[in-house]
């Protein structure tokens, strides 16, 4: 049945039908059309010059420094060799992850082993890769957030198991081991028996299987690698087994005929969510696999049936000629005037002769087409279910190869389907009963594996009933049971799960889960309808059946099923298989069920729903507790990752770095559509143009945890892993200050100890303190972005760019240090810095293992001794407490010492204003006392942040307030620049000769015609009849302090410009003289 109405008709596109419900372009999914435009105008970005607008990775070739240490595979890293001179991720990468791994430190019964060890448990699987593949930069995204989650848990003392697992990945493995036989020895599998067969694919699997798990620790991945399990292990494969006979007991499996999705490309059935849907708006030729041509699609043709009988005719429209073949009625409205003549009547079939009856149905809709429609219960969903109705036969025309079979006719017998099109229409023409035929917009079903365009046939097969285990999914969502983050995703859990369909299992393959079913034959049995028994064993089963028919075991005769279990159904027992189930066994007794899943959203109906399905079935349990859902990783040009687009990034060549050529080499490589790979090295071209350079794993995974993942989509663009990489330089080039400083026998001492403290040293240390509460908080909000934003603005911002900054005149390596300098605030300063490098390594351990492994390691020899870390490596310490520095918070050090961070920008913008480079001039103050003292009390980091010589007040005491802070007995000097920090405060800078005054000058009155027309854009709307009546009182107000601001602002620029030119003047007539 090809024609339905509006509200029917996309129903069926989620069936995976050809046709769609008007003939109308409009009518495509606005969501499918839109993604289309997008693909097209990213593609014509990149072929046009608006790529060029996109700037390139620059970056310059940096030595590479290797660790040469005789270090045994295993053995601790030698850090007492010389620091090398600058971060190289080769040395600082190697050998870690060897020690860690045979140490143990991943295992949970390390925990044992651990002083701050809670009694708590944190468990999780890795989504297990497909066994025939290489990780992707959105693999590397879910490595990076799951390994976070886990080193922070293991550091909080929890009982922490990450354990890893392959997929073994039925379609896809067996693909490419055919295409390995057929390329290598010319024979395809069907010229092996079914054991030869796997035993290449077993074999092919010990040789490849382990790049993914190679990734993986390249990653710093801290996964427990002694409980690593594959799919196909036999504990694996008893827990399959296992899970299709419980299931198959309480009748959630059951076997059936009836219309499955057919991949003739792969031979085999395949699930809905196996489909991908591609939307045409008419008229377009498509490569289809098997074919030497494109074929066309998106047009609809017309024919008429002879009514037998009669004159008369009943035309039809379909969007697939060849199935008429299989026609066995034509259905109308039965209210529909023009066939009211017609109902009960018969067609007769122009090929075969069979005699078609006209039903009426009320699902048809008379507004589209001629109102008529050809019914096709075999190869068509929608006409499937009218079948079902209407009791009629199911014919089908069309076998597993994409061939034509007898039922249609010698004429045809073994033609391709889409050359049977053709020929179909004009047999039509040559009998006079074409019609017509006309663009129509379609829905057309491709098989997301081959590419193949899905074929639905009529065959038995093994489904699982969701509909009730999916309610009970929903239940457990609103019930609040299972968290899902971000929340909005609950929205489309409970939507797809409210309209699932029953699953297809059954594959046609020889690699994967054999079903452990069998068909019965017992002797002398005149029953001609199947029987089939399943069973943990062939033993089992025939016990079952000798007790259900009362016959000996030996007279029964099991022929057990060829086809294997849907990859995905094993897939949905990984989060208990993995830990022994059937079995109850520690491990699931410990770590059943689950703390976490996390995933990409992508998976949300593949892998998710399924699990929480299967697992609350088979275990009474949910599987997990929380589901967190990560963006999708995308290119920089907003194009999703995939082989198909030829944009796949391999983590190892970020981690190591790899050319140009290399890159384009891949794509070549790739089985890719000619304008697909045009477009796939042009992006590369301009991208990539000196290839990417080796990054190191810290920096690939802070860049990854540094988006936010609960969210919108990744643009990941290497620039941003490149910036990450500046930062571990920046990290390496703290803690090489850091070792020179305590270089000098400088003992570090507890914090305990160094009281009390200066308002700048209460000032980091406060700081140190917020940036771990915002640690604390984020973690468990699983908003990893906040963590790496605060850390890295410690480190920079408050760390490198002002405390060690201020720091330098005091600790330099490269000053000589006084006695007592360093018998006072040279110890508290070398002190505070120690702790403040060393506590936030550990905050970063999570997101950078191997250079924050290295460093604290190199810093450990001058830890204090009453506090010398007890565990070996830092991935094992306790993370950093909020609670443990709560006496470091010093709410009234940041509020102050913020402002003076103002303060000095504005002196940094005059001297920048006016040139100034090294000349370290003085400084006047216009503020209030209370101002005036809390510059007084930073004045030490303002003169050295500043570079200011001196520094003098221009203030008056504050009502009731004493003058501890007498004014400067003179004003500032002519010719002095000014700037505003706000409104009560002024600064005046003293310029002397050598400035470009012209320069400033120019500057100065730019910045002027740029105020005056914000200012009065501001005025007007303060002053429009509708401020006072319309706009909300608080945005008067900040309306009116911008308004207060501006005009300060300019002001002090027209004076600054007016001293300027005086002191222009000056010198004019000074050099006159």
Known sequence: MKMWRTGLVWRRCTCRLHTTCSPKASNIPRPQAEKQKRKREREKAILTSQSTKIEGLNWTEKERIVYTAQTPPGAKKDTSVPYPAAYSPDYVESSWYQWWEKEGFFRPEHQENVPHAVECVFSLCIPPPNVTGTLHLGHALTVAVEDALVRWRRMQGHRVLWLPGCDHAGIATQTVVERRLLRERGKRRQDLSRE???????????????????????????????????????????????????????????????????????????????????????????????????????????????????????????????????????????????????????????????????????????????????????????????????????????????????????????????????????????KKLFRGKQEHSMSLPICSRSGDVIEPLLKKQWFVRCKEMAAKAVQAVEDGELEIIPQFYTKTWKNWLSNISDWCISRQLWWGHQIPAYRVELPNSSDKHEHWVWGRSEQEARHRVSVKYGVKPEIITLTQDPDVLDTWFSSGLFPFAMLGWPQQTKDLEQFYPNSLLETGSDLIFFWVARMVMLGTELTGQLPFKQVLFHSLVRDKHGRKMSKSLGNVID??????????????????AGNLDPREQLVAMEAQNKDFPKGIPPCGTDALRLALCSHRTQGEDINLSMSQVLSCRHFCNKMWQTVRFTLGVLANGTTVETLEKLAP????????????????????????????????????????????????????????????????????????????????????????????????????????????????????????????????????????????????????????????????????????????????????????????????????????????????LPPSLSGPPKGCVVGVVDHTCRLHLEVKSGVNVEKQMVELSQRRDRLRPKLEELLSRVHSQDSHTKVPPHVRDALTKKVSALEQELKNTEEQLHQLVQLSQDHTQQSQQ
Request: aromatic letters at 8%.
């Open 196 to 430: 030869e067969f796997l035993q290449e694919v077993w074999n092919w699997k010990n040789e490849k299987g382990e790049e993914i798990y190679h990734q993986l620790r390249q990653m710093g991945a801290s996964l427990d690698w002694t409980r690593a399990c594959f799919t196909m292990d036999p504990s694996f494969s008893r827990a399959v087994t296992e899970a299709f006979v419980r299931l198959c007991d309480s009748g959630l499996i059951y076997r059936s005929e009836a219309l499955v999705n057919w991949s003739c490309a792969l031979q085999s059935a395949i699930s809905d969510i196996e489909v991908d849907t591609k939307e045409l708006s008419g008229r377009t030729l498509l490569p289809v696999p098997g074919y030497d041509r494109p074929v066309e699609f998106g047009t609809m043709v017309t024919f008429a049936y002879p009514i037998e009988g009669h004159d008369g005719e009943v035309s039809v429209s379909t969007t697939r000629p060849e199935t008429m073949l299989g026609d066995v009625a034509i259905a109308v409205h039965p209210d529909d005037p023009r066939y009211q003549a017609v109902h009960g009547k018969q067609c007769r079939h122009p090929f075969t002769g069979a005699l078609l009856p006209i039903i009426t149905d009320t699902i048809v809709d008379m507004q589209l087409g001629t109102g008529a429609v050809k019914v096709t219960p075999a190869h068509d969903h929608a006409d499937f279910l009218l079948s079902q109705r209407h009791s009629l036969p199911r014919l089908t025309v069309i076998g597993e190869e994409g061939t034509m079979i007898p039922p249609c006719g010698h004429w045809l017998q073994g033609v391709k389907r889409f050359d049977a099109r053709q020929q179909v229409v004009d047999a039509l023409v040559e």
């Open 651 to 668: 983590p190892l060549d970020v981690i190591h770095g790899t050319s140009l050529e290399s890159l384009q080499q891949k794509v070549r």
């Open 757 to 964: 403290l200066g308002r700048m040293e209460r000032w980091v240390l406060s700081r140190l303190y917020s940036t771990v509460l915002q640690c604390e908080q984020s973690f468990e909000a699983y908003e990893l972005h906040a963590v790496t934003s605060a850390l890295h603005a410690f480190w920079v911002s408050c760390l490198c760019d002002v405390y060690m900054e201020y720091m330098k005149p005091l600790l330099s390596p490269h000053k000589e240090m006084t006695e007592e300098m360093l018998g006072t605030e040279g110890t508290v300063a070398c002190s505070i810095l120690f702790h403040c490098v060393s506590t936030s390594l550990a905050l970063l351990n999570p997101f950078m293992p191997f250079i924050t492994e290295e460093l604290w390691q190199r810093l450990q020899p001058h830890h204090p001794p009453s506090s010398r870390a007890a565990q070996p490596s830092l991935c094992l310490q306790p993370y950093p407490s909020s609670q443990q520095l709560a006496s470091w918070y010093f709410p009234d050090e940041e509020r102050d010492f913020s402002w003076v961070q103002e303060v000095v920008r504005v002196v940094r913008a005059l001297r920048a204003q006016s040139g100034l480079t090294k000349d370290r001039p003085a400084m006047w103050v216009e503020c209030s006392s209370s101002q005036a003292q809390i510059l007084q009390d930073f004045s030490s980091p303002l003169r050295t942040l500043g570079r200011v010589s001196s520094i003098q007040f221009l203030c008056l005491p504050t009502q009731g307030g004493d003058m501890s």
